[in-house]
């Protein structure tokens, strides 16, 4: 076995087959560079080219690109506080505060030291694993699946904020965003309104779009600066290393959770950052410091998605179940080379699977280098005036999103979850206990249907789950010992917020908001009531525990002292409160709101470049010069990433009547 490990490593070790693992890496970097777009359009990017390749240098390019979207990534997490994927949502909490601070060195060199080790950490868990992983994998049956979904939800007790009402809740309406669309055990549609778009549910690039990057860009907006008045980088490339190999057990064990749960096949990386950030919480001696700048924040959750790659292979490869969304697309490249996923990789194909281990272990260190090289000219772009940069960045969150389904309604629901997300982090909700409850609601229903109906109610009796759900209420133990809030800030159980000054009135908004909450909440109740009985028990189940959450809150928003901990309205407690020169709260979504609708009218592409010339004649208050310069460049950008996705722009009302070429259709 030895041999023929270092045989692939011989094998992969030649011009040709490097130079299509940079190809990979380099497409890789800059998919992963643009929010939202992520790995599973980078690969069907790849797709067309692996006909008549070799399949050493294939699956290389393939790797290539999957090993360094985590890492590349944190390049807009970081440096723009939006998510570049949803794997790297976590490390926002406290990337983005380090490169406020100057210190954007720092948090991308401990970043990509992190994501370096974790991708590497990861493919030699893939080669130790991959003989007798089969064996592990299978003892995980339906119930013990739905045991880990619920452990992964008991990361809402780290993340329910200063109110945990408000946290249990948020995650309540979270699993019943999750839930809209047909029921797995029955095919019944809920929550869908009569509109056809709701039929297949929300997806997932939507929620984690509208909720953090949409805020993002409008609170940016208002501040009518760079998103940093200090340096582009700033010092700390070798602080960034030592604040990993300081907390190198950290990342070690994030790693190892990362491959954890990447093997789990559809459990899904969505939500590792976010576990791996809770248990970098839950384990400090000092939480009080995350939110504010903690490199921890940084280590942990991305030591854990590039790991995630290495953990979800095993079942991709050994039983041809993909552990992700991207994995999905890549065993369709497997296929396409004529490789058949299943027990033998382990055998007549053991050289192929080392392949991919030795590519996964390179491409990691290639990314990372690849971006440290990068880091300086990329990190300039946080000196310039962000209305200059805004509209670049909502074109291409617009583009990202209708990647979904391709259709209008893409863009109407990212307007509307964006106005949720704003609205929630103005009120102190906390929007990662909302996505964690959307990414798992339809595994951990699926899971638990399939437990019921193989098991009865007696799989609640079965060891894993028993083990399982000790260590998801251990997790909810130490979770509420150390809550953090919407911005990753540790808080108290029982810290009260600064009492604003106002009158009775002031409160208002927050009740008006966690009313709307509790509307939701009632619907969803309603709606269920009215399926079968395996259709409704779980969106029941979630939209009850809500609706006891938000009655729970009212009484404290209504009459608790103005300084309670339910207390919270940014518009009267944050921290643009009193300075000058800042816009108003409605103004960023005022304008993708804009885009939005007039796409709906005329189509995206051609509100795009409207957009444009507004944007930056009316708010970034440039020259027609500049304006038409940076347009163009734009439009140009979209239309090549358009025509190599072959991909159809959203067309308009208007567009429906007149015959248009291409990319006006």
Not at 643 to 657: T, V
Request: proline residues 5%; contains cysteine; neutral net charge.
């Amino acid at each position: 076995m030895a041999d023929t490990l270092f045989a692939a490593l011989h094998a992969l070790l030649t011009f040709d087959h490097l130079l299509y693992m940079f190809l990979g890496v380099a497409v890789g970097l800059v998919i992963g560079v643009i929010p939202g777009l992520g790995g599973i359009a980078g690969l069907s990017l790849l797709m067309p080219f692996l006909y008549g390749m070799d399949e050493i240098s294939a699956l290389a390019m393939l790797i290539g690109l999957v090993a360094v979207i985590p890492t590349s990534d944190t390049f807009s997490s970081v440096l723009m506080g939006i998510p570049g994927s949803s794997a790297s949502q976590a490390t926002v909490l406290d990337g983005f505060p380090l490169a406020r601070q100057g210190q954007a060195a720092r948090a991308l060199s401990a970043a990509f030291i992190s994501s370096m080790f974790g991708g590497i950490f990861g493919a030699v868990v893939l080669t130790g694993f991959v003989v007798v992983a089969r064996p592990l994998i299978l003892m995980f049956g339906s119930a013990e699946l739905f045991m880990l979904a619920l452990f992964g939800l008991s990361m809402v007790a780290v993340l329910a904020g200063r109110s945990l009402p408000k946290g249990l809740a948020a995650c309540a309406v979270g699993l019943l965003i999750g839930l809209i669309g047909g029921a797995p055990a029955t095919g019944e549609f809920r929550m869908t309104f009569g509109l056809d778009y709701l039929y297949d549910g929300i997806p997932l690039v939507i929620v984690g779009l509208g909720l953090f990057a949409i805020p993002e860009i409008s609170d940016l907006l208002r501040r009518n600066a760079a998103i940093s008045d200090q340096p582009a980088l700033g010092k700390g490339w070798g602080a960034g290393f030592r604040d990993w190999y300081s907390n190198i057990w950290l990342s070690l064990r994030c790693s190892g959770m990362g491959c954890m749960i990447g093997a789990i096949p559809g459990l899904g990386g969505s939500v590792v950052d976010w576990i791996a950030y809770g248990h970098a919480v839950q384990t400090s001696k000092n939480p009080e410091t995350f939110g504010t700048g903690d490199p921890r924040g940084v280590v942990a959750p991305e030591s854990a998605n590039n790991a995630m790659q290495g953990g979800a292979l095993l079942p991709t490869m050994l039983f041809g179940i993909p552990g992700s969304g991207s994995m999905a697309v890549f065993l369709g490249g497997m296929v396409l080379l004529g490789i058949e996923p299943g027990p033998s990789m382990v055998q007549a194909n053991l050289n192929v699977t080392y392949s991919v281990i030795w590519s996964l272990a390179v491409a990691n260190i290639m990314g990372a280098g690849i971006c440290l090289l990068l880091a300086v000219p990329i990190s300039r772009l946080t000196q310039i005036r962000f209305p200059l940069l805004a509209p670049f960045m909502i074109s291409l969150i617009c583009f990202a999103a209708f990647q979904a389904t391709r259709d209008i309604g893409d863009l109407l629901a990212l307007l509307f979850v964006g106005v949720v997300g704003v609205l929630m982090k103005r009120f102190g909700w906390p929007r990662p206990a909302l996505l964690i409850g959307f990414v798992l609601a339809p595994q951990a229903e699926t899971y638990f249907y399939q437990a019921l109906q193989f098991y009865d109610w007696g799989f609640l009796t079965r060891p894993g789950v028993i083990v399982i759900g000790l260590m998801a209420l251990a997790s909810v133990i130490f979770g509420l010992r150390n809550r953090v809030d919407d911005q990753g800030h540790v808080v108290s159980a029982d810290a009260d917020t600064p009492e604003h000054e106002g009158r009775w009135t002031s409160r208002a908004p927050q009740i008006v908001f966690a009313a709307l909450m509790l509307g939701f909440l009632a619907l969803g109740l309603t709606d269920a009531l009215g399926q079968s009985f395996l259709a409704l028990v779980f969106p029941a189940s979630a939209a009850v525990v809500g609706i006891a959450m938000v009655l729970w809150l009212l009484p404290e928003l209504v009459a608790g002292h103005r300084g309670h901990v339910a207390h919270f309205d940014s518009e009267l407690d944050g921290e643009l409160v009193g300075q000058p020169g800042h816009g108003r709260l409605w103004g960023g979504l005022g304008w993708i709101g804009g885009l939005v609708l007039v796409s709906a009218l005329v189509g995206f592409y051609a509100a795009m470049i409207a957009f444009f010339l507004a944007f930056l004649r009316i708010r970034a208050r440039a020259g027609w010069v500049q304006s038409v310069i940076l347009t163009a460049a734009a439009a140009g950008f979209i239309l090549g990433i358009a025509y190599m996705l072959n991909l159809n722009f959203p067309a308009g009302l208007l567009q429906a009547q007149l015959d248009l070429p291409w990319p006006f259709r």
